[in-house]
Antibody, heavy 118, light 107 residues
Framework: QVQLVQSGAEVRKPGSSVKVSCQAS????????ITWLRQAPGQGLEWMGCIIPILETAHYAQNFQDRVTITAGESPSTAYMELSSLRFDDTALYYC???????????WGQGTLVTVSS | AIQLTQSPSSLSASVGDRVTITCRAS??????LAWYQQKPGKGPKLLIYDASNLESGVPSRFSGSGYVTDFTLTISSLQPEDFATYYCQQFNSYPLTFGGGTRVEIK
């Protein structure tokens, strides 16, 4: 069973950027979609986007289209998500996930809390 | 984007109860639906995929059914460890979307 371990909590000011990493152990992202989601405090799950390295494709939610970049690391076990132009309402728990290429998510990271505060 | 409407948004039930949660899609998604369980402070866990297929290791008291626009998740006999929030998710088309969640609480 693959485990996804994410980088630690971050605090950022409005207008800045944040980059969160995700490391897979016991498996890789090869042949899967690297997926990022977020969950605002007390709210539901929001899909942000995914990349499928083997297909060289990327899909992003319209809400984040111009602000989010998902990348795969040089190792097939590493992934990143960068969110720019941060706003107060970007404060949330951000999840890295591994999905089958059609979209079923079979593994989740522990979440990284990103707080946007002045 | 395809919208998923879950109902109820919360419910109270007792151990041993049969619980049913519904998920309705705003357009047809054939059987491209998954169900996840999330406990407080944890990431979600896959329960059901392709509307009715049980993920390996998930207890058989969980079952899913439905097709096209109307789907259900059933817990046949609620156990103490099942008190959590449940989400449906469609993977018929991008952007992938989730239902608003159903919180299952102890009566």
């Amino acid at each position: 069973q693959v485990q996804l371990v994410q980088s630690g909590a971050e605090v950022r000011k409005p207008g800045s950027s944040v980059k969160v990493s995700c490391q897979a152990s016991g498996g890789t992202f090869s042949n899967y979609a690297i997926t990022w989601l977020r969950q605002a405090p007390g709210q539901g799950l929001e899909w942000m986007g995914c990349i499928i390295p083997i297909l060289e494709t990327a899909h992003y939610a319209q809400n984040f289209q111009d602000r989010v970049t998902i990348t795969a690391g040089e190792s097939p076990s590493t992934a990143y998500m960068e969110l720019s132009s941060l706003r107060f309402d970007d404060t949330a728990l951000y999840y890295c996930a591994r999905a089958l290429t059609h979209g079923v998510i079979d593994s989740w990271g522990q979440g990284t809390l990103v707080t946007v505060s002045s | 984007a395809i919208q998923l409407t879950q109902s109820p948004s919360s419910l109270s039930a007792s151990v041993g109860d049969r619980v049913t949660i519904t998920c309705r899609a705003s357009q047809g998604i054939t059987s491209a639906l998954a169900w996840y369980q999330q406990k407080p402070g944890k990431g979600p866990k896959l329960l059901i995929y392709d509307a009715s297929n049980l993920e390996s290791g998930v207890p058989s008291r969980f079952s899913g059914s439905g097709y096209v626009t109307d789907f259900t998740l059933t817990i046949s006999s609620l156990q103490p460890e099942d008190f959590a929030t449940y989400y449906c998710q469609q993977f018929n088309s991008y952007p992938l979307t989730f239902g608003g969640g159903t919180r299952v609480e102890i009566k």
